[in-house]
């Protein structure tokens, strides 16, 4: 884990997301970054997100308010109102934001890292505030992170140039360079944006690849990892959790994501129909989203598949940790390729006799390393035969594979991924 002699060095830390409560593996990073912060003694913590009713009034799919954990004292969240009347026919949201962001740096006292998490439309919100701020002459105390998910390159940038509107994309680019230090969440994630660079490079002649190849660097998404390894060390509290909801420890084959079509939850249905499992455990599905209606129904028509959209933050690990199998059989879609697999890591590090059931999707490989067992994307004939060879392992077998894969889930732990982010910022703001 990097040790951070100059901690001291940077006294505030300000990260603009999407946060809680959207279902969103990013938006609970951006949470295990603040966490992580306060624990190393920050001064100032704040994460900027949205009004509520905004993010009600979105398509988004949101948490239930009373499922979310208190965040620790020393964590402030920020949800600006939207600035200007009528008369201003967008951006309103984006100004508010950004005159806080301004309004932050100049109260905050020392040096700040500013990140963002999702580059549209946060990059444009931190850069605007950050160069209005330096113009000022006051921000050489300011260090800037943009982070690119999956949704900035496969939705916006790769929607963009397939539909020939090539300065969007040169607009998102330029903007993800102009942060100090610009992150990918993995290896592919990255190796999406060099190729997004390139073809922008190819219709209008810039420079992009080089600066992107050599200036990116990667990040993987921060988890806490501890409140997960210490689950082992509660069977009381699992079984009171499992209890409550009807659940007996490994009685189940489990998923939890965002249920949309690229999480392939209708392909896990589908294989459930006639996997050995069936008859001798439950199949639930955890989480919300566009899909959610469509596969109640689907699992309406089976008595042993049940939808929670209700699953809270203290429960998650729990049933994790409880499951005889968990299962994300994640394809490629237009508007969403998994770029890493926050909750595959997560699964992992909860620990129990449970296997991840997943594909090689994207980013995925990255954070399972291998410690799963994998079925082609799509193919739901494949899905089956995975959930057969779970049905077919030795206990024995069953630990060991969890046991390697929690071994190298840990390298993805909060403290460690902002201790690196924070030996970066102060090299940087002490060179200025």
Known sequence: MPFISQEAAVQNAVFLVRADPIICGHSTEARNLAEAAVAMGMENVHIVSYPLDTLKASSLPLKPLDTISPYSAGITIDRPQPMGDYKVLDGRLALGIGGHLVDLMNKLPGRTMLMDLYLVPHGLMVMQAVNSFRMAGTGSSVFTVGEAVGSDITNVVGNALAQGRIGAAQIVLSNYLEHDHPVAVSRFTKDLIIDAGRQVDEHLGTSFTGQLESRVGISYPAIDTQSYVEIEDQPELVESILEDRGLERDGYVMFLSRIAPAKGVD??????????????????????????????????????????????????????????????????????????????????????????????????????????????????????????????????????????????????????????????????????
């Open 267 to 432: 392909d896990l249905i589908a294989a459930w129909k006639d996997c050995k499992l069936r008859g001798k455990k439950k199949l639930i599905i955890c989480g919300n989203g566009p899909s959610k209606d469509k596969i109640k129904k689907m699992a309406a028509e089976f008595g042993d598949v049940i939808v929670l959209d209700n699953v809270s933050d203290s429960e998650k690990g729990a049933l994790m940790h409880g499951c005889y199998a968990w299962c994300l059989p994640s394809k490629p879609k237009t508007e969403f390729v998994e770029t890493f697999g926050i909750a595959v890591a997560e699964k992992m590090l909860a620990g129990g006799l449970g296997p991840v059931i997943t594909t090689r999707t994207g980013g995925i490989p990255e954070a399972s390393g291998g410690h799963c067992l994998e079925h082609v994307a799509g193919d739901v004939e494949g899905l089956r035969a995975c959930l057969d060879q779970v049905a077919d392992m030795s206990e024995d077998d069953r630990a060991r594979l969890s046991a390697d894969a929690r071994n190298f889930a840990l390298r993805f732990d909060r403290t460690e991924i902002l201790g690196t982010l924070l030996d970066r910022a102060v090299s940087r703001i002490e060179a200025a």
